[in-house]
């Protein structure tokens, strides 16, 4: 299983940009998923995250300009981010619960998270 995510980029103070992450392999089903970002020098935090059912919960730093949306059918997440700051800026990482076939057709858990995806916010 793996998880691949899109969309970063240099985005000037107010502007916008969507992230993405499809997850792709031998899936049974997938739970939640969520971006988290770090910052350098500072912890990673959760921005946003999403179950399976349309649930969402965010991080009030970005509540009412970020929105985490998801299409169960592409197992894919996304973030748009509107009205962005500086102090946005970070390395994004997708996150997903995902229950997978294993090579003997069981089933196991994995907390899959994709390679990040840098987001500057400057001027």
């Known amino acids: 299983v793996q998880l691949q995510a899109s969309g970063g980029g240099l985005v000037q103070p107010g502007g916008s940009l969507r992230l993405s992450c499809a997850a792709s392999?031998?899936?049974?089903?997938?739970?939640?998923m969520g971006w988290y970002r770090q910052a350098p020098g500072k912890q990673r935090e959760l921005v946003a995250r999403i179950t399976s059912g349309g649930s969402t919960n965010y991080a009030d730093s970005v509540k009412g300009r970020f929105t985490v949306s998801r299409d169960n059918a592409k197992n894919t997440v996304y973030l748009q981010m509107n009205s962005l700051k500086p102090e946005d800026t970070a390395v994004y990482y997708c996150?997903?619960?995902?229950?997978?076939?294993?090579?003997?057709?069981?089933?196991?858990?994995?907390?899959?998270w994709g390679q990040g995806t840098l987001v500057t916010v400057s001027s």
């Open positions: 996150n997903a619960d995902v229950r997978y076939y294993t090579r003997t057709y069981d089933v196991d858990d994995l907390d899959a």
């Open positions: 392999g031998s899936i049974f089903s997938i739970g939640v």
